[in-house]
């Protein structure tokens, strides 16, 4: 009897450490900003999945506007980035299509700020519809800024989707202010040429 007394005690203080040590590593885990989530509440999935649409709204924009004004072979580019972007996208992959969307505004402002181009009606549609696809992707990207500004993964989740979400965050206000750039050359243009401009186009460079 007393044999079978002393191992339950021994087993009741064993379960009692057990529950303490994971009670301490939860505690170290919220004080080292566990849990992937932001201050807003925001998971890492959920950041990388807003980025990624916005991502998407950015290069098909960019892929309208670039036919529009004669580039077909760097709006072919971005349209296949903009297809082969999917949501549980990698920080490598996020990094491709950063590249992308950068050589692609480049291009169209150095375009845009070129010689007079001529458009025909059909020219001028696809410039206004992608006009309005990228104002959308700016709205998009400010709207994740808070999300963003207080992720901090888990210990052990600093990879996949951890990793892109801190990819994200340290890259997307210069991505808003690269983009609000880009929008406004669009928008001056499309007044110089008689383009009709969308009204999400003003919408957006007011959050900027």
């Given at each position: 009897?007393?044999?079978?007394?002393?191992?339950?005690?021994?087993?009741?203080?064993?379960?009692?450490?057990?529950?303490?040590?994971?009670?301490?590593?939860?505690?170290?885990?919220?004080?080292?900003?566990?849990?992937?989530?932001?201050?807003?509440?925001?998971?890492?999935?959920?950041?990388?999945?807003k980025y990624v649409g916005?991502?998407?709204?950015?290069?098909?924009?960019?892929?309208?506007?670039?036919?529009?004004?004669?580039?077909?072979?760097?709006?072919?580019?971005?349209?296949?980035?903009?297809?082969?972007?999917?949501?549980?996208?990698?920080?490598?992959?996020?990094?491709?299509?950063?590249?992308?969307?950068?050589?692609?505004?480049?291009?169209?402002?150095?375009?845009?700020?070129?010689?007079?181009?001529?458009?025909?009606?059909?020219?001028?549609?696809?410039?206004?519809?992608?006009?309005?696809?990228?104002?959308?992707?700016?709205?998009?990207?400010?709207?994740?800024?808070?999300?963003?500004?207080?992720?901090?993964?888990?210990i052990g989740s600093i990879?996949?989707?951890?990793?892109?979400?801190?990819?994200?965050?340290?890259?997307?206000?210069?991505?808003?202010?690269?983009?609000?750039?880009?929008?406004?050359?669009?928008?001056?243009?499309?007044?110089?040429?008689?383009?009709?401009?969308?009204?999400?186009?003003?919408?957006?460079?007011?959050?900027?």
């Amino acid at each position: 009897m007393k044999k079978i007394t002393l191992a339950a005690l021994i087993t009741s203080v064993s379960l009692l450490s057990a529950n303490a040590a994971f009670a301490q590593f939860g505690d170290l885990k919220k004080s080292l900003g566990g849990g992937d989530k932001s201050a807003d509440g925001a998971s890492a999935e959920q950041i990388v999945t807003k980025y990624v649409g916005g991502a998407k709204s950015v290069m098909t924009a960019d892929a309208k506007m670039l036919e529009a004004v004669g580039l077909k072979d760097q709006a072919a580019i971005a349209n296949l980035q903009a297809k082969n972007l999917t949501e549980g996208a990698s920080k490598d992959s996020l990094e491709e299509s950063a590249k992308v969307q950068t050589e692609s505004s480049k291009a169209l402002e150095t375009k845009l700020n070129g010689e007079k181009i001529v458009m025909d009606a059909k020219s001028k549609k696809l410039f206004s519809d992608g006009v309005k696809d990228l104002a959308g992707g700016v709205v998009q990207y400010v709207g994740m800024s808070k999300d963003v500004s207080g992720f901090k993964p888990s210990i052990g989740s600093i990879s996949g989707s951890g990793k892109s979400a801190i990819y994200v965050g340290k890259t997307l206000p210069d991505t808003i202010k690269n983009l609000g750039r880009t929008l406004k050359s669009a928008i001056d243009f499309s007044k110089a040429n008689d383009i009709p401009v969308p009204k999400e186009a003003n919408d957006a460079t007011s959050l900027l």
